[in-house]
């Protein structure tokens, strides 16, 4: 029998994101940032290419980023520009989890996308298993090239898989429902 880890398994059971605009301060420090960047790059990785980047947004960065969305969001619904500025003005620390996809004969950007998100994961997970509140979101803005090539300075191969937010968490969600199996599960016996 395969040795259990209860208290993992209790964990990921139970796992829940929190609201990005639930967190506040203290947010983790350098030295706790830097294990929780460690642990999400363990992840999932064909080829050893490490086909994803971390940038770490603190409180003055994520002000500037949300002073630049505006001039992007000409055409969007007022309140939809406004939740994406929030979005970075509200926030205190925020990783940027960078797509970076490698040149690579055998392994297909298909696989070092599906990396990029394991990575974003890995740290989500990272950040709550430490008892801190985190959160990934991206948001149209994400998405926009000229916007994260001139903001982030992003190559033009490179995209954002999403951005992690990580604070102290000042009140708790309510659970939410959770996916049916029965409607997403295929078993495949012969």
Same mark, same amino acid.
């Given at each position: 029998?395969? &040795?259990?880890?209860?208290?993992?398994?209790?964990?990921?059971?139970?796992?829940?994101?929190?609201?990005?605009? %639930?967190? %506040?301060?203290?947010?983790?420090?350098?030295?706790?940032?830097?294990?929780?960047?460690?642990?999400? =790059?363990?992840?999932?990785?064909?080829?050893?290419?490490?086909?994803?980047?971390?940038?770490?947004? &603190?409180?003055? =960065?994520?002000?500037?980023?949300?002073?630049?969305?505006?001039?992007?969001?000409?055409?969007?619904?007022? &309140? *939809?520009?406004?939740?994406?500025?929030?979005?970075?003005?509200?926030?205190?620390?925020?990783?940027?989890?960078?797509? !970076?996809? *490698?040149?690579?004969? *055998?392994?297909?950007? /298909?696989?070092?996308?599906?990396?990029?998100?394991?990575?974003?994961?890995?740290?989500?997970?990272?950040?709550?298993?430490?008892?801190?509140?985190?959160?990934?979101? !991206?948001?149209? /803005?994400?998405?926009?090239?000229?916007?994260?090539?001139?903001?982030?300075?992003?190559?033009?191969? &490179?995209?954002?898989?999403?951005? /992690?937010?990580?604070? %102290?968490?000042?009140?708790?969600?309510?659970?939410?429902?959770?996916?049916?199996?029965?409607? /997403?599960?295929?078993?495949?016996? %012969?």
């Amino acid at each position: 029998m395969p &040795e259990a880890n209860p208290a993992a398994v209790s964990f990921l059971a139970n796992r829940r994101s929190r609201p990005a605009k %639930t967190l %506040t301060t203290p947010v983790p420090t350098r030295p706790e940032l830097q294990d929780l960047l460690t642990i999400a =790059a363990r992840t999932p990785d064909h080829g050893k290419l490490e086909p994803w980047r971390f940038i770490v947004l &603190e409180k003055a =960065a994520l002000q500037r980023l949300a002073d630049t969305v505006p001039a992007y969001c000409t055409d969007m619904d007022p &309140e *939809k520009t406004d939740k994406l500025v929030a979005q970075f003005a509200n926030a205190d620390l925020s990783v940027a989890v960078i797509s !970076s996809p *490698k040149p690579s004969d *055998k392994i297909p950007v /298909i696989e070092q996308t599906l990396s990029a998100g394991a990575v974003a994961m890995n740290l989500l997970s990272a950040a709550l298993a430490a008892g801190w509140g985190a959160n990934w979101l !991206s948001g149209w /803005i994400s998405h926009q090239p000229a916007w994260r090539e001139k903001h982030l300075g992003l190559a033009p191969h &490179e995209w954002i898989a999403g951005f /992690i937010h990580i604070g %102290t968490e000042r009140l708790a969600p309510p659970e939410r429902p959770r996916p049916d199996l029965s409607t /997403i599960v295929t078993w495949v016996e %012969t």
